[in-house]
C-alpha cells in the first residue's frame, strides 16, 4: 500500500454540513434580490402601510382622493359622515361591509386585509389594504395572491434540491473509496490473493483496508503452508499405495498358487481368508486412489451430465451388482429428459455407484433396495434405501469422514468407509450435499442434493 493524504470521515462530514450553510446563505441572498430588488419582485408586507402614512395629508386636504396617492394593492371609499357612499372603488358588498366594520371600530377583513379611517372636510375616508407581501406585477398577484407562501415554498425547495445534490456528491465520494475496500473482499472470496491493496482518501476506510492487508498476507502464507502440506501428503500416500501393491500381488499369487496343491479343510479355509483380505486390500487401495483424483482433479473443466443418461447408466451397473445376492433394485424416476448438471460424469456415477454399493453389501439376501430420484425447486434429489441394520449413531455423524470405521452393525465383514467418503468428496464438489439417516424399517437411507442446471417442469 502506498502513501496517499488522507482525511477522516468527520472532517468530510463537516465539510459538506459547512458547504450546506454556504448554500443556504446564498440562497437566501439571491431570494432577498429576486423579491425586493428586481421589477418581479415583491413589495414588503407594511408597503402600503408605509405609503399611506406618507401621504397621509393629501388625503385628508386634497380635493378628490384618487389611486395615485395609495397602492395598487388598496381600495377606498369616501362617505360622508352619515354613512352615505360618496365615491371611490370598492365592490357593492364592500360598501356597506366596511362601513359597518369602521362604526363597530373593527379594523381588519380578513386574515390580511386591514381598514384605515382618514377624517377629511366632507366625511369620511375608509382604506383597505393588505398587510402582506404583494407581487409587483399584477399578473402575478392575481395568480399568485400571497407572496410569503411562494416565497418560502421556493427557498425550501431550492434549499432540498440543494441538500440531495451535495448528498448525492458526498455519497459519490464515500461509494468511490469504498470501492477499494469492496474490490479487496471480493478477491479474497475469490480465493485470489495475489493483488495489491489500494489506499482510501478516507483514514478510517485506509484503517480497514491495512488490516485487510495485512490479513491477505497472512492467509495466503496459511494457504499456501496448507497447500504444500496437502501436496506433500498426497504424494507420500500415492508412494505408499504403490508400494504396497508389489506385496499384495505377490500374497494373492501365493495364495492362488496355495490353493491349486493338496491341503487340509483348515488350510483351505485359511487359504480362502488370504485371498478375501487380499481383495479387500485392493478395494483399499483403488478408494484410495480415487480419493487421490477427486482432490487433484478440482480444476477440470465442468461437462454437461444428463441426468436421465447418468441414471440409465447407474440402473445397469446396479442391477448387476444387486443379482450377485439376488437383490431386487426398485427405481422409481421424475425427471424431465432435458435436465441436467454442469459437473463429471464419470465422478458423479463414481459417487452414486459407492452408495448402491454399500447399500447392496449391507443389505439382507433376496432383499430390496429402493432408488428414487426427482426434482425439487432445482435441485437433483436421489434417495437409495435398503432393508439392512441402518447406520448406527457413530456412523450417522462420522460416516462421510475419511476412513471412518467401527465395529457395528454397517461395519461388518470388512466395511472400511471410504465408500461414503469418497461419494461425499464428490457430491461436494458438484455443490450438493450427501445426508446419511434411517428409514422408518430401519434400513439404511442416503439422500443425496444436487444443484441442476436446467428448469424442470
Known amino acids: 500500500m502506498g502513501l496517499k493524504k488522507s482525511q477522516k470521515l468527520h472532517t468530510i462530514f463537516i465539510k459538506y454540513i459547512f458547504t450546506v450553510g454556504i448554500f443556504v446563505i446564498v440562497l437566501l441572498t439571491v431570494n432577498y434580490y429576486l423579491f425586493f430588488r428586481t421589477s418581479f419582485g415583491a413589495y414588503p408586507a407594511n408597503y402600503s402601510e408605509r405609503i399611506i402614512e406618507n401621504n397621509l395629508n393629501e388625503l385628508k386636504n386634497s380635493p378628490k382622493v384618487t389611486m395615485d396617492l395609495l397602492t395598487p394593492m388598496c381600495s377606498f371609499g369616501v362617505y360622508s359622515n352619515n354613512g352615505d357612499y360618496l365615491y371611490g372603488n370598492f365592490s357593492n358588498n364592500e360598501k356597506k361591509a366596511i362601513w359597518d366594520k369602521y362604526r363597530k371600530g373593527v379594523t381588519y377583513v380578513g386574515l390580511s386585509s386591514h381598514i384605515m379611517n382618514v377624517h377629511r372636510e366632507e366625511g369620511i375616508l375608509l382604506i383597505k389594504y393588505l398587510l402582506s407581501m404583494q407581487y409587483k406585477n399584477e399578473r402575478l398577484r392575481n395568480i399568485l395572491p400571497n407572496a410569503e407562501i411562494t416565497m418560502t415554498f421556493m427557498f425550501f425547495a431550492e434549499l432540498i434540491l440543494i441538500i440531495i445534490l451535495l448528498s448525492n ?110 481383495n479387500q486390500m485392493e478395494i483399499y487401495i483403488q478408494n484410495l486412489f480415487s480419493i487421490i483424483k477427486e482432490e487433484s482433479n478440482l480444476d477440470a473443466p465442468k461437462e454437461t451430465v444428463y441426468i436421465m443418461e447418468m441414471l440409465n447408466s447407474l440402473k445397469e451397473q446396479g442391477d448387476a451388482l444387486a443379482k450377485t445376492k439376488n437383490i431386487e433394485l426398485i427405481w422409481k424416476t421424475d425427471i424431465e429428459k432435458s435436465a441436467y448438471i454442469k459437473g463429471y460424469k464419470d465422478e458423479l ?109
Open 349 to 457: 456415477e463414481r459417487a452414486l455407484m459407492n452408495i448402491i454399493a454399500n447399500a447392496v453389501d449391507f443389505s439382507p439376501a433376496d432383499s430390496t433396495i429402493t432408488v428414487e430420484s426427482a426434482a425439487d425447486n432445482f435441485q437433483f434429489i436421489i434417495r437409495i434405501t435398503d432393508q439392512g441394520k441402518g447406520f448406527s449413531q457413530k456412523m450417522l455423524k462420522h460416516g462421510q469422514e475419511q476412513f471412518s470405521m467401527e465395529s457395528e452393525s454397517r461395519t461388518k465383514n470388512g466395511h472400511h468407509g471410504l465408500g461414503l467418503y469418497v461419494a461425499d468428496t464428490i457430491i461436494k464438489k458438484h455443490n450438493g450435499k450427501l445426508i446419511l439417516s434411517n428409514n422408518i424399517n430401519g434400513g439404511g437411507l442416503v439422500t443425496v442434493k444436487i444443484p441442476m442446471s436446467a428448469k424442470v417442469k
Open 169 to 278: 456528491k458526498f455519497a459519490r465520494k464515500v461509494n468511490r473509496e469504498l470501492e477499494s475496500l469492496l474490490k479487496a473482499t471480493k478477491k479474497i472470496e475469490e480465493q485470489d490473493l495475489n493483488f495489491d491493496v489500494d489506499v482510501s482518501n478516507i483514514e478510517e476506510i485506509n484503517m480497514i483496508l491495512q488490516g485487510i492487508d495485512k490479513m491477505k498476507g497472512s492467509l495466503k502464507s496459511a494457504l499456501e503452508r496448507q497447500w504444500t502440506a496437502e501436496q506433500q501428503k498426497k504424494e507420500q500416500i500415492s508412494a505408499l499405495v504403490h508400494d504396497v501393491k508389489t506385496p499384495l500381488t505377490v500374497v494373492k499369487g501365493n495364495a492362488g498358487l496355495l490353493g491349486e496343491t493338496d491341503m487340509t479343510e483348515e488350510q483351505k479355509i485359511y487359504c480362502r481368508y488370504i485371498e478375501e483380505s487380499s
